[in-house]
Structure formats: C-alpha cells, structure tokens
C-alpha cells in the first residue's frame, strides 16, 4: 500500500515493493518521472486485532492511540468500536427472537386458559430453573465457543422474560366485550389473538423490552468476563472490563469499560423509552 502511494500507483509495486520505493525517493521508476500519490485514511486506521509497536503494553492514551492500548498491545478504540457493534447485533437479534417466542407463549396461555395455561405455565417453570450457565459451559466444551451458538443459548432461555406480562394482559383482555363480540360474529382465535388483544397488550410488553435489552447486554459482557461467552479473539466489552481488573496499573481500560457500558445502556433504555411512547394508544402528544 505504501509503494502505491508513493509511486502513485506504479503496477511494479505488485513484484518487488521495498526495491520500487528505495527507487522512488530519487523520483524516477524505471527510468520514468513518478508523482507521490495519496490517500484519506479512516479516523482510527486500526482493526480490532492489530497488534501495534507501543513498546510496553497496555500502553496510555496518545496521538496515535486514543484511549491506549491493551494488554496484547491492540487499539482499545478500535475493539470498544467493534465490540460496540457485536454487542448491538447481538441484543438486537436476542431480544427480537426472544420477544417473539416470549409474546406467541403468553398470548396462548393467557387467551386459552384451563389446562393449556396450566400445562404451559408448570412447563416453563421447570424450564426456568434449568441453570443456564452450566448449559452454556457444557455446550460450549462440546461445541465451541462460537457467537452463533451463544445467541441460540440464549434465546433458549431468554424467551421467558415476556411470557408473565404478555399472558397477564390477555387473561385480563379475553373476558372484555371487544373480545366477546369477535367470538359471536365467528372471529376466529388466531385474529382475536394478534390483531385484537395484542396491540392493546403492546404498551405493557415495550415497558418490559429495556429490561430485557439491558439483560442482553449484561448476560454478554458477564460471559465474556468470566470467560465463558465470545471466542477470545472476538471483540467484547466484557473481555475489556476482564483486563481492566488485570492491569490495575493501566486505568484507563477500567475507566474506557465503565463510561462504554453506561453510555450504551442509557442510549438503549432511552430508545425503547421512547418506543414504547410511540406504541401506547393511551398517549397523547400535544
């Protein structure tokens, strides 16, 4: 890359790039008159896993680093950066699948009743107190730590946290008159369900979504600092926090983990605040 931009893209920087550049500083290639290129770099021209020529590391915060180094001597910006990410895509994606199963769960107990509400709620109190770390742990020692197999845990037994609340609101909806005037002009269960009950059950739903985003996010970050969540590799939050609280000399990585974790949760809760406004049909906006 650097050959190119000296050279101004010569195509002999391809077979021998070292040579074209100690050729390049008398301004001739070959015999012909070359022109400097240049270049925009990125803002932060760091990948979450290059190593950088610090000297010792965890480095502090200067020009080239910003919030420093780690301990392996890796951009703590460019990993905050991309763990940022991860942890939004993984949230986004738990919550919106677990939401689902949770809502579709709560609405059939809560609708139907009887047997099928007590069948399912004895089920999915035993389903609750299976000990969800020991599982992730055993099936990652069989699998391997992968990000895709801890958003499949974790959807398994994060599903749970909506089906109280959603199946509360539709026992209390299914004996109102809306309800029963569907039933007697022959509205099937299915339209009752989702398109009658559920929109009235939403605002109590979105009230439970930040919670259930910022135990998401929290079930990651504690994960990864016990070990047990993302491939070491992977840029994480809580691989961050982990260092933190082994380099106790280096406190700006302490510092970095906190201020990370209270921005992005704010940011989350006041997102979903403000979803759930959007969906309350009891709110007006003057």
């Not at 691989?239 to 990370?260: C, D, R, S, V, Y």
């Amino acid at each position: 890359m650097q050959c190119l931009i000296k050279t101004g893209g010569r195509e002999e920087c391809w077979d021998d790039p070292e040579a074209v550049m100690i050729e390049a500083e008398s301004g001739m290639v070959g015999g012909e008159p070359v022109e400097a290129g240049w270049m925009i770099w990125p803002i932060i021209p760091y990948n979450y896993q290059t190593i950088s020529s610090v000297g010792t590391a965890p480095s502090a915060p200067d020009a080239a680093h910003w919030l420093g180094t780690d301990d392996t001597a890796r951009d703590v910006l460019a990993r905050i950066i991309y763990g940022f990410r991860l942890s939004i895509i993984f949230t986004l994606v738990v919550t919106i699948v677990s939401s689902v199963i949770g809502i579709a769960a709560g609405a059939v107990q809560g609708y139907f009743g009887g047997r099928v509400d007590l069948v399912l709620q004895r089920l999915l109190e035993i389903w609750s107190s299976t000990p969800s770390l020991y599982v992730i742990i055993i099936m990652f020692a069989i699998l391997g730590r992968s990000f895709w197999l801890l958003v499949a845990l974790s959807i398994l037994f994060g599903w749970p946290a909506l089906v109280g609340v959603v199946r509360a609101e539709f026992l209390r909806a299914r004996n109102f008159e809306y309800v029963r005037a569907a039933r007697a002009l022959g509205v099937s269960d299915r339209v009752i369900m989702f398109r009658h009950i559920l929109p009235n059950a939403m605002v109590a739903t979105l009230t439970m979504l930040p919670f259930v985003v910022t135990g998401a996010i929290s079930s990651l970050a504690a994960l990864d600092y016990l070990g047990y969540g993302l491939p070491a590799s992977a840029p994480s939050l809580g691989e961050l926090a982990l260092q933190a609280k082994q380099n106790l000399q280096a406190p700006w990585l302490a510092f970095t983990a906190f201020f990370t974790f209270a921005i992005m949760l704010s940011l989350l809760i006041f997102i979903f605040e403000g979803v759930r406004d959007a969906f309350d049909p009891r709110k007006t906006f003057k």
